[in-house]
Structures are given as C-alpha cells and as structure tokens.
C-alpha cells in the first residue's frame, strides 16, 4: 500500500487506472492523499483539457502518509 | 429388425437432445453492459455503510447457514436519520459465494426476500442429491451423457435451472437487482491456473462471451462442482481471428487497471493476479476450453475477490476506489463459514489413513487453506490503514503544540472504519456438545429437516451475540440492541440424535 498526492492548481477530480478517486483538493482548499496500491499506474484528471500532461504512466513506490509520493500536473 | 431402428432412432434423439450449442455464447460486441457491479448498485450511489457478505462452501450446511445470516439481517432493523426503518439486509451491497453458499446468494439476488420461503422448499428442505442422483441414474440420460460436450455437472446444472432458479439467466439477475439487490460473485475455480473465476461480466470479458445468456444455475453449479462426485464445468473461450474483420473477439481491450498490474514487476501479487487473468485472452489458442471446479479450492470463504477490491485498484469494483472518493467511510464484512473441523483421530493409530480418508483430504483439504488467512489479510489492511492515519493526526498534532503555524501541506487520506464479523461453528464455545454435532455435519445436498432448522438458528444465535457484530451496530445504530437468540433444546435433540 502507498499514498499519493496529486496537484494540480484548481480541484479537479482524478482518476487512477480510469477510476474516480474523488478530488485533487479536500474542501479546506489542501491538496489531500490518496490510497494507491504499489507499482504502475495511470493518473488523469477530469474536467477542461487544460492539463499538462494528460495522463501520465507512473511506478508509485511504496510510501507511508507522512512521505507520499507526488504526481504534479500542470495548467496549460 | 424395426425394433432396433426404432431404439437406435430413440437413442439418438435423446443423445442429441440439448444440443442447442455452447452453454457460454460469444459476445457480439464488446460494451459495458452486462452483470457487472456499476450496473448492478450504480457505481457512485454507494451510501456511507458498505457491506459485503461471504458464504462458504459446504452444500445444504452452508446453503442453510448462509440463509441463517440473510434472515437474521433482514430482522436486524434500525431507524434512519430522517427516512423510516431500515433493515441492515438492505445495506447489503455485495455477496461474495463459494459452492454449497452460491444456491443461497444466487436465490436471494434473483429472487429478493419474498423469495425466502421459496428456497426454503425449493431447495434447504428438499433432497437435491436424491434428485440428482436419480437423474443421473435414469437410462435415457446415459446417452447423453456419453457426449464428450455433456456431463455430470451440466445435468446438475439442468437439475438446479429446473427446480431451484426457474430458467432465471445473468441477464434475468441484472434485471432484477435496479440498484436493491446486492451484486453476486459466484466463486468457481479455474482448474488450469488454480485461481479464482467469477461469474461476472468483468470476467467473461476475458473469455468473450456474453455471460447474460448463462443460467444463473450454471455459475451455481460450476461453484459448487465438488471433485470426482462431480465433474468439471467446460465454458467456451473464444478467440479473435485477424483475418477476420467482423469478429467482435478481435477488439478486446484490457481493463486499465489489468494492463498497468501487468507492468508492476516489483508487486508479485498484483502481477500474478494480473497474469492470471489475461492469460484467457493472451493464450486463446491453447486455451480455447476453460474448465472449472468448485469455488472452494481456491477459497473456500468466498473472500478473495472481496479482498482485492478493498485492498487496491487492481478490480472492476475497487472499494479502495471509493474510499479514496469519501462515498463509504464504513466497512462491515461478515463471513458465514460452515466449515467442519472434526479431528479425524488419525493420530492416535499408528496405521495410516485408509483411501478413504486420503481421498476426503485430497478432495477437501485445499478448501480450508485459505479461509482464516484471508479474513486475516483484510483485517491486517484495515488495522495499516487506521495506523497510516493515526501517524498523520500524531504528528500533526506535535507540529501544532510546537509550531502553531505549522500545517501539513495535504489532508490525509480518507478515514474508514472496518469491523470483520466471521460466524463459524468453533465460535460456538458456550454449548461445546452443541459445537461437536455441528462439526459433524454432513456436506450434501440433503439434510433432515431439524439440522437445516438448527442451522439457521445457530447463525441467528452466531451474530446476534458476535462481539465484532454488536460493535459493529453500536457505530451504525447506536440505539439498536439485540434480541435474545435462543434455540430450542428440542430442536438440538432432534438435530443431534447422537449422544453429543
């Protein structure tokens, strides 16, 4: 089991392997964590395609909740 | 000389009755319909409380024990904040089954609770083996049973569609559950690759074939094909041929979560599971027949594919997915486990086992291997997660007594409560007498009438005083209490004529 933190400037829903996992922001506005199982993944968000890159294909490593592991997406 | 024309005439006629091509059709066109989970409870429309609930094997002991538990659920009511009553049966949202538990599983998603009082009759009170036994025995079944595409399991299978689930098709299920019912996972085994097959579209998928045109009773019977007594359930695999434009098999495409398992090298479960399942499509050729057993040899508590749903992404119906979502932020698994446990008493001779008892462990022994690890597994996941999460609020908490204007960048991950109930004969300690003869139950389709009674009162008695239960319902419904759950000594008498 790993966690990650998926950012993004504005919320947005994300999905893994094409799967809702709700959103990027909890309703305080901070990004929040996610559950992940280890090992390769594909991370996407929903709404405007206004995301760089659109998806992307990861190798999440195993990583407690005090240490998750980034996907950074970028606004375009 | 017409005598015998007339016969061989006869004789074909009923060797080729049913004839009426392969019991899995080829899909026509791959989509997203068909028995699956999102269209069964509609995916996204989970509540808070998600129950998922497992029946094991063990024929009319675990059919009736498993019934047990539904009866006394649907009993189990408590208010709902601003809506009436609500019966814990109706929070049922998946039921995951393995042999003699499938007949119970199956019923109940096809036909609802108006539905109980028929497979009371139809099938806990009915000798189902007494049927079987003497349809296999009747002349004009020998004949067709000599066809290499026809055996004993499909005539049990005829026997069940018959006179247990009326004709009712996957597709018949799909139709009826509208979001109320529970999604059902008839378990069988795959006997090539040793693993788990499920009667899902998900799965058929893999297979191409349309699982809407199967009888519910063949899932039910490939479940519960019991070795040697039975034989094994043959599906067709259908292959995809390139020359072939028109042949839907040709665009199979691998579920997202599938083709990224398949990547995770440094996972061994993930890939092994992964490879598992591709393995219909990737070796179609050399696999254009796949064979099943019984649901129990590969797990014989039903709580496999549960497990992979609540502990990654790597299902069709991750609950881990909805977790991540905030749609549940509670988990309740009961596992209603009709295993019998009596000590053989091999030990104390010095002769071996005779070919009996090697041949009753061969058959049987591999279906009580990973009961107890798997309820285990999942707890071990729950109590990681809770740990994860007490670790963040920890820490949160001593940056805020040291530097109050300290926040960590990010929420932590969704918080889930998770209670495992298991109800099991050994959990019966306070009647040990009581506990032997339950142990000592016969796996059959056939019980007397008082055993069948005991059952389903024992599974009342079983959860309605289950520590993990009532802790359970006292975060549900706080004001929920249980009603007493006695049995009747008459009954256990009857039920138990031995000196117990």
Redesign the interface.
Same mark, same amino acid.
């Given at each position: 089991?790993s966690?990650v933190?998926v950012l993004f400037p504005e919320p947005r829903d994300v999905y &893994?392997?094409? @799967?809702? @996992?709700?959103s990027t922001r909890?309703a305080?506005g901070? #990004?929040?964590? +996610?559950? $992940?199982?280890?090992?390769?993944? $594909?991370f996407r968000l929903g709404g405007r395609a206004d995301v760089e890159p659109p998806t992307q294909?990861l190798?999440v490593p195993e990583r #407690? &909740? +005090?240490n #998750?592991f980034r996907v950074d997406f970028r606004k375009i | 000389m017409r005598a015998g024309r007339a016969l061989a005439a006869a004789v074909a006629l009923v060797t080729l009755a049913g004839c009426a091509g392969p019991v899995n059709p080829r899909l026509v066109a791959y989509g997203d319909g068909g028995y699956r989970y999102a269209n069964v409870r509609g995916d996204g429309q989970e509540e808070e409380l998600f129950v998922i609930l497992a029946f094991s094997g063990g024929g009319t002991r675990a059919a009736a024990f498993s019934y047990g538990l539904l009866e006394t659920l649907r009993a189990v009511t408590y208010p709902r904040a601003g809506g009436p009553a609500r019966s814990l049966l109706d929070d049922v949202d998946v039921i995951s089954s393995v042999s003699g538990g499938s007949f119970t599983a199956a019923h109940y998603a096809l036909f609802g609770t108006a539905g109980f009082k028929q497979f009371e009759e139809d099938f806990l009170y009915r000798n189902i083996q007494g049927k079987l036994i003497l349809k296999m025995l009747a002349p004009w079944n020998w004949f067709r049973l000599m066809r290499s595409d026809y055996s004993r399991i499909d005539m049990a299978a005829e026997l069940y569609d018959d006179v247990v689930f009326h004709g009712a098709t996957f597709g018949t299920l799909l139709e009826r559950a509208h979001g109320r019912r529970p999604y059902v996972l008839l378990n069988a085994t795959d006997m090539t690759v040793g693993a788990r097959f499920e009667f899902t579209q998900d799965q058929f998928d893999l297979l191409c074939s349309d699982l809407s045109r199967v009888p519910v009773a063949r899932g039910v019977a490939a479940s519960s094909a019991f070795p040697i007594l039975l034989s094994p359930m043959t599906l067709h695999n259908y292959p995809g041929d390139p020359a072939d434009p028109g042949n839907p098999c040709n665009s199979f495409r691998a579920p997202t979560w599938l083709a990224q398992a398949l990547k995770s090298v440094d996972q061994p479960r993930r890939v092994a599971l992964a490879r598992n399942l591709i393995s219909y499509r990737d070796a179609v050729k050399a696999r254009p027949y796949i064979h099943l057993l019984d649901g129990g040899l590969a797990d014989n508590i039903g709580l496999r594919g549960p497990y992979v749903a609540l502990s990654g992404q790597d299902s069709a119906w991750s609950v881990f997915s909805k977790i991540n979502d905030r749609k549940i932020q509670r988990v309740l698994v009961i596992a209603a486990n009709a295993k019998t446990g009596r000590d053989p008493g091999w030990d104390a001779r010095e002769s071996p086992p005779g070919i009996a008892g090697v041949m009753g462990l061969v058959t049987t022994g591999p279906m009580g291997n990973y009961s107890f690890e798997t309820v285990q597994l999942i707890a071990e996941h729950f109590r990681q997660l809770n740990a994860e999460h007490e670790s963040f609020n920890a820490c949160e908490q001593l940056a805020k007594e040291q530097c109050p204007a300290f926040q960590i960048p990010f929420e932590p991950a969704a918080e889930v409560e998770f209670h495992a109930v298991e109800l099991a004969f050994d959990k019966v300690t306070d009647d040990l007498p009581l506990q032997r003869c339950l142990e000592g139950l016969a796996t059959s389709f056939s019980l007397p009438r008082p055993q069948v009674t005991l059952l389903r009162q024992v599974a009342r008695r079983l959860l309605l005083t289950s520590p993990e239960f009532l802790a359970a319902m006292s975060k549900i419904a706080p004001t929920w209490k249980p009603e007493p759950a006695p049995i009747a000594p008459a009954l256990v008498h009857e039920a138990c004529p031995q000196p117990r």
């Open positions: 089991m966690f933190v &893994i392997d094409d @799967q809702m @996992q709700g909890a305080s901070r #990004p929040r964590a +996610l559950y $992940v199982n280890a090992g390769s993944h $594909v294909t190798d #407690p &909740i +005090l #998750p | -």
